[in-house]
């Protein structure tokens, strides 16, 4: 595998996990609004960010206020900085 294939994968797998965080973020201020749920784009971005969202939802800290959302966006972060780039550092050294 090249290297510009690496850093090719390495940059669309980074922007699809900073497109889940503006969901995420999205998600989280349309909540503060009414909205119809039957709306195709707010269907997709409920559709897309729910399976993030959901291993999230038993931590409970506090009364009614749901931090779902900044966990997630938490281990988005964590897992970008954590995971993603020393991995990719670490292959890009092998095959360089």
Not at 61 to 70: A, E, N, T
């Amino acid at each position: 595998m090249k290297i510009s294939t690496l850093l090719f994968i390495y940059d669309l797998t980074d922007k699809v996990l900073e497109i889940l965080q503006w969901l995420i973020i999205i998600r989280s201020i349309l909540s503060w609004f009414p909205h119809s749920p039957n709306n195709f784009i707010i269907k997709t971005i409920y559709e897309i960010t729910e399976p993030i969202l959901r291993p999230f939802r038993s931590i409970r800290i506090g009364g009614m206020v749901d931090f779902s959302p900044l966990f997630a966006i938490l281990a988005l972060i964590l897992f970008r900085s954590f995971v993603l780039a020393p991995l990719f550092n670490g292959i890009a050294r092998l095959l360089y």
